[in-house]
């Protein structure tokens, strides 16, 4: 799909509401709501290129790719076979998502699309209600066992969980989302006041029918 054929529906596959299946639909409309800021109002590619006086060296680009970094990273780090180790510093830095807005929005459609999947295929968890996917025949559920390498400056391995890291994602990514808008003002662009709302918030509009979860999700 090009940019020019607009947002795709919002609409998700019915199931009954796990803890797993809720972070991942607020994970997808965070990630919605960027693509969809490329339609809206991040229509250029100089409104990606442009460099922040605020927040010098940064950029509406830069910013986009980065959140979907940890997005890609977790996703392929579940993918593969355990022991799951990852590191959210194994990023890709001067790709064609941070320039060109045809490439932003192919890379977020994307992992919208694997978000969307994982959604599709998560299961009810009878035991415990946090719910299940499945991937690579592996089961895979909030609490799976994750390793993140970090450097702090110093490398650290810290133990994590699938869910933690996917909630984490989310709320990294919000808060890129503000520095978003801080930037567009820059650029006298104006921004929905839906843009960058908490995964909470998201999550509370979904299940509520809150116009917020309507907005052009």
């Not at 809206?40 to 959140?67: N, Q, V, W, Y």
């Not at 391995?157 to 520095?179: C, D, I, K, N, P």
Request: charged residues 20%; glycine residues 6%; contains cysteine.
């Amino acid at each position: 799909m090009s940019v020019a054929d607009g947002p795709s529906s919002s609409r998700m596959p019915s199931f009954e509401p796990t803890g797993l299946s809720n972070l991942l639909q607020v994970s997808r409309l965070i990630l919605v709501q960027a693509r969809n800021l490329l339609f809206d109002t991040i229509t250029a590619d100089e409104h990606l290129t442009f460099e922040s006086r605020l927040m010098p060296g940064s950029t509406i680009g830069k910013h986009l790719r980065h959140a979907r970094d940890h997005f890609e990273l977790l996703l392929q780090s579940v993918s593969s076979q355990p022991p799951l180790i990852f590191s959210y510093d194994k990023r890709m830095r001067n790709t064609p998502m941070e320039t060109l807005v045809s490439s932003a929005h192919d890379a977020l459609s994307s992992t919208i699309s694997q978000l969307e999947h994982l959604s599709s295929v998560c299961e009810a968890d009878s035991e415990h209600g946090k719910g299940f996917i499945t991937v690579n025949d592996r089961r895979i559920d909030l609490d799976e066992p994750m390793t993140l390498n970090a450097v702090t400056p110093d490398m650290q391995a810290l133990q994590t969980s699938f869910g933690r890291e996917l909630w984490f994602a989310g709320l990294h990514a919000v808060h890129h989302w503000s520095m978003i808008r801080v930037i567009a003002g820059e650029l006298g662009l104006q921004i929905d006041g839906t843009f960058g709302v908490a995964p909470s918030t998201l999550l509370y509009s979904t299940a509520t029918s809150d116009p917020l979860s309507k907005s052009k999700m």
